[in-house]
């Protein structure tokens, strides 16, 4: 694994989860791991519209900045999913990435195997 994404939910740019975050990169560094920090904020998602063609198609219909996401999240070798908690609840930024991100699940097989494979490990 020799590249992991990093994707902060946080509105705060250096606030508390960035700074978790960075203290688990110095590990990963240390490891030789380079990390790609994704700071959601800077981009604009929208949320899933249930349209579901991609569960046909394995692509999203809507064009906003997950075009930009969407290759980042295929060449890396693991994640990171750090948010802080809103209302019991991860930010409105990570829940739109997590949904937008549902079109890598696979309907095809019995075992509900995702698409972007075995190989990719979340960290957090």
Do not use: W
Not at 22 to 51: F, P, W
Not at 57 to 80: A, H, R, W
Not at 83 to 100: C, E, F, G, H, W
């Amino acid at each position: 694994m020799n590249k992991i994404t990093a994707f902060i939910g946080s509105l705060r740019k250096n606030g508390n989860t960035t700074a978790i975050v960075n203290k688990i990169i110095e590990g990963l560094t240390i490891a030789m791991v380079h990390v790609e920090i994704v700071l959601l904020s800077d981009y604009r998602i929208s949320g899933c519209m249930g349209y579901c063609s991609c569960r046909h198609t394995g692509k999203c219909v809507l064009e906003d900045n997950m075009t930009f996401i969407y290759p980042m999240l295929e060449q890396s070798g693991g994640y990171i999913f750090a948010t802080p908690a809103y209302i019991y609840n991860v930010t409105s930024d990570m829940k739109a990435l997590l949904d937008r991100m549902f079109c890598y699940y696979s309907f095809r097989r019995a075992d509900g195997q995702a698409g972007l494979g075995n190989q990719k490990q979340p960290f957090l």
